[in-house]
């Protein structure tokens, strides 16, 4: 089992990404699957849209399963497909919607990141 540990003798484990996302029942709620030193390595499910708002800190999607566009205020809409990622800055005004009736999204975000609700301009109603 000595390949199960690395230098520091810290265990090691595969993490199963699509078992773990099959699990998740609840959309928009992440779980958190791993943490890297200062930063959650979180899954999440989307269904529907995600209300608009900004972070104080960056924030990185992976889609793994799905489509899901990425609209940024200013900058327009950015559909996203499996394998593909995206690096959101600090502090811009933007919302996630599946385009599918279900994504699977990996999302690395710092531990103090804060979520503000914030109205954008070319808001349209769900």
Avoid: C
Wanted: hydrophobic share 40%.
């Amino acid at each position: 089992m000595a390949d199960r540990y690395d230098s520091g003798g810290r265990e090691m484990n595969k993490i199963d990404l699509s078992a773990l996302g099959a699990k998740i029942e609840t959309p928009w709620v992440p779980l958190e699957v791993a943490r890297l030193e200062d930063y959650h390595i979180l899954l999440a499910l989307y269904e529907g849209s995600y209300p608009p708002h900004y972070h104080n800190k960056e924030e990185f999607f992976l889609i793994l399963e799905g489509e899901v566009n990425v609209e940024i205020e200013g900058a327009g809409t950015t559909t996203l497909r499996p394998r593909d990622a995206l690096l959101i800055p600090a502090g811009a005004h933007h919302r996630s919607s599946a385009r599918t009736p279900r994504a699977l999204v990996l999302i690395v975000e710092h531990r103090e990141i804060s979520y503000n609700p914030v109205v954008m301009v070319a808001q349209v109603t769900d």
